[in-house]
């Protein structure tokens, strides 16, 4: 059973930055993809960035240029950089770790990110 824990979310405004971490209970990183998911209000949840097992990183079109996901191994923490915040942006933002082989995935309880003036 791995456990996600997010933080970092809160308030800002356009064009600012704002830090999401997300620690993991284990070292689990060599065998999960690590992934950023949002959930705007009233929208179905979708992907933001991942980082792969073997450190790969991929974003929603959305997102790239402006967010970084990154990882750091000794704390198991993955981090999502959000650099010049858009309205849009606004979300309950949730960590995911998922396994192919065997199959498993797991997410995070949220961490909300409002984007406003």
């Known amino acids: 059973q791995v456990q996600l824990v997010e933080s970092g979310g809160g308030l800002v405004q356009p064009g600012g930055s704002l830090r999401l971490a997300c620690v993991a209970s284990?070292?689990?990183?060599?065998?999960?993809?690590m992934g950023w998911y949002r959930q705007p209000p009233g929208k179905s949840r979708e992907l933001v960035a991942v980082?792969?097992?073997?450190?790969?990183?991929d974003y929603a079109t959305s997102v790239k240029g402006r967010f970084t996901i990154s990882r750091d191994s000794a704390k198991n923490t993955v981090y999502l950089q959000m650099n010049s915040v858009k309205p849009d942006d606004t979300a309950v933002y949730y960590c995911?770790?998922?396994?192919?082989?065997?199959?498993?995935?797991?997410w995070g309880q949220g961490t909300q990110v409002a984007v406003s003036s």
């Open positions: 980082i792969t097992s073997g450190g790969g990183t």
């Open positions: 284990g070292s689990i990183f060599s065998f999960y993809d």
């Open positions: 995911n770790a998922k396994r192919l082989f065997p199959s498993l995935t797991y």
